[in-house]
C-alpha cells in the first residue's frame, strides 16, 4: 500500500437542512424494483377476470321500443308546437319500472322481482315520446321474451290507469244527469200543475234551464265516453336476430389486469416501507453516515453478472489512499457475499506491485482463486513494460559456456530405479523439482497467483499474520461476527449490494462497528449479480 498520511474524509453527501426532490424516476424506482410482485399480481387479477369470463354465462340482451302517446278527445286532430311535452317522460318511465310492471313480468316469466328489476332497464331519449325496454338473460330466448313481456306489460298498466279514470269520470256524470233528470221530472209536474199562472210560467223557465244542463252533461259524457285510452304502441318488438351480448367480455380482460397490475404497485409500496432496501448513493449514505468509496456497476449488456473492471480499480485506488502499510481491510456485509469483490480489489491492489494477501475463514479459497484468475486476464496492459523481448544485435556474439560448467555427460544406460543397489546403507536420490517462475522474474509459491509486478496469496487470517497487506473476506455480520473482529485489528469497508442489502441491516452493521470501536473507511455500492 502506501505510506501517505490518511487525511481526513468529508462525508460528501448532502447537508442535513438540505431536502431531496422526489421524482418521477423515484417514484418508479419501487415498482419496478418489486417487478415480480406486480407481475404476479397482475396474473392474479387476469386469471380472475378469465376466469369470471369462462365461468359466468354470457348475458344477452334484447331491445323493444314502445311510442307513447297523450289520451286526446279527437285523435285526428293535429298536435300543436308543445307535442312532446304533451305527456311527462319521466313519470311514464317509473310507471315502466314500477311494482306492477315487474310484478306481472315474474307472473308470466317466473322469477324473483328483484331479479327482473335488476335485469330490466328502461331508457328515454331525450326531446321524444319514445320508451326503449332493455331486458337481459342468460339466453336470447328469455331476454326477448322478457322485453316484448316488459312493453307490452307497460301499456296495459297505462291502459288499466286510463280506463279506470274514464270509468270514474262516466260514472260521475251519470249521476250528474241522474239527479239533473229528477229534477227535471219534478219541474215538469209543477209546470203541467200550475199551467198559465205566474207559478206555472216561472217553472217553465226553470225546466228550460234544467234542460239546457242536462243537455250539457251528456254532451260531456258523450265526449269523455268518445275519449281514446290507448297509451301507446310497440314500434319495435325484441326479436332474437336483434339480440346482442350484454357488454364488451374482452373488456373485463383488460380491466383484470389493469387492476391487478394497480393492486400490485400498491402492494409493493407497501412492501417497501416495511422492507427498505437501499437504491440509491443517497440512500447508502443516508443509512451509515459514512463517505461512497465508489459504485461497481455492471457490464453494459443485460443479465451480464460481471462487473466493470474500471470501476473496481477506482475502489481500490480509494482504499489504498486511506490506509498504509501493515494494513489489515475487512470487507464486511450484512447477508450478502463479497467474495467476487475481494478478489477483485486483491487484483486491482497487486497489479501495482503490492504483495496482497486474501484471507477468508469460511471456506471460498477456492472462489477467491478461480475469481483472481479471471480478473487477472482482462488487467488493462501495461505501456511502459514491453509485450516481448528486445531482439539481439546483430553481430552479437552467443554467451560462451563458463570454464566451470562441467563438459556434457553421457546418459546412463540404467536409468535410476531401473536396477535395485544391493548396498543396504545407499541412500535414494529424489529429483530436484525446479520452483516456477513468475512473470517478475522471482519464483512463486504453490498459494501464489502473481498479479501483474504483484502477487496474491491466499490462505486464513492467522497465515496471514506476517503480511504487509491483508484483505479479509469476511461472513455476513448478520449471523458471523468475524468480520468485525478483524475489523478492530485494522479497519473495514462495507460492501452494500444495491436492490438488496435491507437499510435497517445496514445500519444495524454500522452501529456494530461503532460500538466496537471501528472507524469505517467508507462503503462500496455494488450491483446484483456478480459484485
Known amino acids: 500500500m502506501t505510506d501517505a498520511t490518511p487525511a481526513s474524509w468529508p462525508t460528501d453527501g448532502p447537508s442535513a437542512g438540505t431536502a431531496r426532490a422526489v421524482t418521477l424516476t423515484d417514484l418508479l424506482r419501487v415498482p419496478m424494483h418489486r417487478l415480480r410482485l406486480v407481475v404476479a399480481v397482475a396474473l392474479v387479477g387476469l386469471l380472475a377476470a378469465l376466469g369470471y369470463v369462462l365461468l359466468v354465462p354470457a348475458a344477452v340482451s334484447a331491445s323493444a321500443v314502445v311510442a307513447v302517446r297523450p289520451v286526446v278527445t279527437d285523435a285526428f286532430t293535429p298536435s300543436g308546437a308543445g307535442a312532446d311535452r304533451a305527456v311527462n317522460m319521466n313519470v311514464e318511465s317509473g310507471l315502466a319500472t314500477g311494482t306492477q310492471v315487474v310484478q306481472r313480468l315474474a307472473d308470466a ?110 254532451t260531456s259524457r258523450t265526449e269523455i265516453a268518445a275519449v281514446d285510452v290507448n297509451p301507446g304502441w310497440i314500434t319495435q318488438t325484441a326479436e332474437r336476430a336483434l339480440a346482442t351480448s350484454a357488454g364488451h367480455r374482452p373488456l373485463y380482460l383488460v380491466a383484470g389486469l389493469l387492476g391487478g397490475a394497480l393492486i400490485g404497485v400498491v402492494l409493493a409500496y407497501v412492501w417497501e416501507s416495511t422492507d427498505r432496501r437501499v437504491r440509491s448513493v443517497s440512500d447508502g449514505r443516508e443509512a451509515t453516515g459514512l463517505p461512497l468509496l465508489g459504485t461497481v456497476r455492471r457490464q453494459a449488456f443485460r443479465g451480464s453478472p460481471r462487473a466493470v473492471d474500471a470501476d473496481i480499480r477506482y475502489v481500490a485506488m480509494a482504499v489504498a489512499e486511506r490506509v498504509r502499510q501493515p494494513a489489515r481491510v475487512a470487507l464486511v456485509t450484512t447477508r450478502e457475499d463479497a467474495t467476487a469483490l475481494t478478489a477483485g480489489l486483491a487484483v486491482a491492489l497487486a497489479a501495482d506491485g503490492r504483495e496482497v494477501f486474501v484471507a477468508d475463514d469460511s471456506g471460498r479459497t477456492e472462489r477467491l482463486r478461480a475469481a483472481v484468475l479471471a480478473d487477472r486476464g482482462r488487467l488493462p496492459i501495461d505501456p511502459s513494460r514491453p509485450s516481448v523481448p528486445k531482439p539481439r544485435p546483430a553481430g552479437a556474439a552467443a554467451p560462451a559456456a563458463t570454464a566451470e560448467s562441467s563438459p556434457p555427460r553421457r546418459p546412463s544406460p540404467h536409468p535410476p530405479g531401473a536396477r535395485p543397489s544391493t548396498d543396504p546403507d545407499a541412500t535414494l536420490t529424489l529429483p530436484r523439482v525446479a520452483s516456477t517462475p513468475s512473470e517478475n522474474g522471482r519464483p512463486a509459491a504453490a498459494d501464489e497467483v502473481t498479479v501483474g509486478v504483484g502477487s496474491v496469496r491466499f490462505g486464513t487470517w492467522r497465515q496471514g499474520a506476517d503480511h504487509g497487506l491483508v484483505l479479509f473476506n469476511a461472513p455476513a455480520a448478520e449471523s458471523d461476527e468475524r468480520g468485525v473482529a478483524v475489523a478492530r485489528q485494522g479497519s473495514a469497508v462495507v460492501v452494500v449490494e444495491r436492490d438488496r442489502t435491507r437499510q435497517s441491516d445496514l445500519r444495524r452493521l454500522v452501529e456494530r462497528l461503532r460500538a466496537a470501536g471501528v472507524t469505517p473507511l467508507g462503503f462500496v455500492l455494488t450491483r446484483n449479480g456478480r459484485a
Do not use: C, W
Open 109 to 218: 316469466a317466473g322469477g324473483e322481482p328483484r331479479d327482473i328489476r335488476n335485469a330490466l332497464e328502461v331508457e328515454v331519449p331525450t326531446g321524444g315520446q319514445i320508451l326503449r325496454f332493455t331486458y337481459q338473460a342468460h339466453d336470447a330466448q328469455r331476454a326477448v321474451q322478457g322485453a316484448n313481456l316488459a312493453a307490452q306489460a307497460y301499456l296495459d298498466v297505462r291502459r288499466t290507469m286510463y280506463e279506470q279514470q274514464r270509468a270514474e269520470m262516466l260514472r260521475s256524470y251519470d249521476a250528474s244527469i241522474t239527479k239533473v233528470a229528477a229534477q227535471q221530472a219534478a219541474v215538469q209536474k209543477r209546470v203541467t200543475s200550475a199551467k198559465g199562472t205566474a207559478a206555472g210560467d216561472a217553472a217553465l223557465a226553470e225546466l228550460s234551464g234544467i234542460n239546457n244542463q242536462l243537455t250539457q252533461l251528456n
